[in-house]
């Protein structure tokens, strides 16, 4: 395993997914983690993180020098980096000038400088002078010792972020650390994931029975299709129609997803205690409070009847994903900016004992595993979508007319954004419905007084950060063309040009 150190901002996920994207297992550890812990963990290679702090703050990530003695390879990245020259006894200095953004560099050989002449940067502090034993093999006009290294011990610093995909060949750069300056073979793959998912599972579970509520996301249904390979018949699982969702999804499910899998499948209708419980209610947090406490009652029912049918159930499928494992570890103190509320990810104060075959994986390996596992397309490639469905994008009361027009809309941008090949480049596009919002237009003529449709396509690689996506301006038209003309509601298409931050992807 090959262990990312967090120092806080983000910037350790994204590693760890890089390091994956190598062929590497890799796992994130706080920056807290005492450095005995973390030998003891016999690691392949360490990555220190970025972060926001300075080495001279107060309670900043303080590394212990016992790390870099103890013959594992290790990069510095950033913060990581000055944290190295500082522990080994180089130079950190306030240089007063920050370097952000695309920055130019200057190299003179040595393993991590290759390739490298522009370099995403973002930093306050420099590096002024590297520690004994390592030599300098880049610089920069405000960094002027922008990398270093010592390849008899295996230590490598770089001072720039060659994990965003704003370094050109960053992505070569680990790499080359992790196989020349760490000397390590890369060794995992979808394959090596699901053999040793299946065998966990197996383990866990032995012979109980095993239930999995499935929200149609690629999530669940990957997670499902694990515990289906694993242990077959035992696996029950229960879609729950809430009456929020989109068109033709349920059928998706019931079809697609059971031709796929195998999988036994029992659907409840409960859309009309839903939309009974959010009569009158607008205010989103309201709402997702009263889809969440209703999806629970649905799926406590649901269980019951499986458990009266098949016996006994002792295990719940959930499809937590390694960015949730992380964020809950590491999120104290952070601001609830949304209840998320995950269809399929249920409280886990029910009576039953988690397996969550997808706690290691990221998002992208969950698709390669959903493929490699032979469920079709339209269900691994999906965007994601929320589990409180239209339900949140539906700004005002939720009822089934309004439902019923959404519905329509988002049908069509769906079918434009698919035949446009839009759609791997899309991270998502969410369609709302400004139900209280009319405005005037004309057609035919006459008058309209209709609702506005909201189109909210955005790129992202985790939903944390996101930006607006640019649509070409053919295929806005089309769809603005096709909603106004065939969803009679509907008299304004407008598009949404806010990145997240300040703007959430969903309105609610
Ligand atoms: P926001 O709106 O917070 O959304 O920027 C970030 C991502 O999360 C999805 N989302 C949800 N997913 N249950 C979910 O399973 C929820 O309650 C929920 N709310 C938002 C959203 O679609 C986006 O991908």
Redesign the pocket.
Known sequence: TVYVVDNGAQYAQLIARRVREAGFYSEIVPHSVAADDLLGRNPAALILSGGPSSVYEEGAPRLDPAILNAGVPVLGICYGFQSMADALGGTVDRTGEREYGNTDIETSGGLLGQGQATVWMSHGDAVSEAPEGFSVTATSAGAPVAAFEDPDRRLYGVQWHPEVRHTPGGQALIERFLHEGAGLTANWSTGSIIDEQVARIRAQIGDEKVICALSGGVDSAVAAALVQKAVGDQLTCVFVDHGLLRAGERAQVERDFVAATGVRLITVDDSSIFLDALIGITEPEEK?KIIGREFIRSFERAARLVSEEEGSVKFLVQGTLYPDVVESGGGEGAAN??S????G?LPDDLEFELCEPLRELFKDEVRAVGRELGIPEAIVGRQ?????GLG?RIIGEVTRERLDILRRADFIVREELTSAGLDSEIW?C?VVLLADVRSVGVQGDQRTYGHPIVLRPVSSED?MT?DWSRLPYDVIARISSRITNTVSEVNRVVVDVTS?PPG???WE
């Open positions: 997702r900016i949304k998320h509320h995950n269809v990810g994601p979508f929320p589990g409180p949140i998502q969410p939903a996101a997240k959430t992807i969903e």
